[in-house]
């Protein structure tokens, strides 16, 4: 089935081949990048190797950080292709140094671009697509979204949030007919993965975390081991899929890494299991047995809450 799809950070990298995946399976495509030289060369030629593409592609300028762009980039496909399916950002920034010497402009940047620019895109694309009951949001995001690397602290501090971000809105929207999917990759081999990390910036102290990480990353080809080409495939497979998770990790580098990570989170709160039982209030009730329990349990759906709407924080 014929389908619009919106693609931010579509100028290059991972972007630039979803949108050439999305054009070359009969998708229409509004392509849009803060990049107008690498909107230019956009063309559905030159992204589908000459093949017969049978997609409309449309480009537009957008600035994920400015909210007023990003809603008129949407009223474009709206106004263009009479509505939308699946909406994906692919845009993103990396800083990177320590926490305590990284510039204030850098954790903003990081933060306005990762962040809120998804959260503006999202909800820009809501009213679009809460009246049609249907369509997927898919946000390019990290396996860095699980992990905390030192060096990657504003980064990754937005691919937590955004992870959370995502598996909020899934749940808010899986009674709507809507998905929502924030994908988790290891490194891919794009250029802008293969950008030279900065060596220098920190103080002395932080050479054992910070500088062994950027020396490490900057010579070693083991951290760049996807391919755009693949992952934009298995895009197109997830978007056409009835039942699509919350999240998914894309790489063999992310799928090494995930159970580990939740692993070692697992067995930090066993050890210091008694004293986090320790601060609840005397003569309680087995909080499994409460109804917030029954409400909060991320391995079911959420079944109503019935006392006085109260949502527990």
Known sequence: MRKTWFIAGAAGGLGRHLVGTALAAGHDVLAADIDADGLAALTPAALTGGSAATGRLVTTALDLTDRRTVDRAVREAVTVFGGLDVVINS?????????EDMPEEEWRRTIDTNLYGTIHLVRAALPVLRPRRSGHLVQISTIGGRRAQPGLAAYQTAAWAVGGFFEILARELA????????????????AWAER?????????????????????????????RGDPA???????????APDPPARLLLGSDAVWLAPRIAAARAAEDATWHDLSLSTDHDGLPDFADTEVARMVRPDQPQPPYTHNDRTPS
């Open 230 to 240: 693949k992952i934009a495939e298995a895009v197109l497979r997830l978007t056409a």
């Open 175 to 190: 009674p709507l007919g809507i998905h929502a999917t924030v994908l988790e990759p290891g490194g891919i081999r794009t």
């Open 91 to 99: 845009a993103g920034y990396r800083g990177v140094g320590s926490v």
């Open 196 to 224: 030279a990390l900065p060596t220098e910036g920190w103080q002395a102290e932080y050479e054992p975390t910070v500088g062994r990480f950027a020396r490490t990353y900057r010579r070693n080809p083991d951290v760049r």
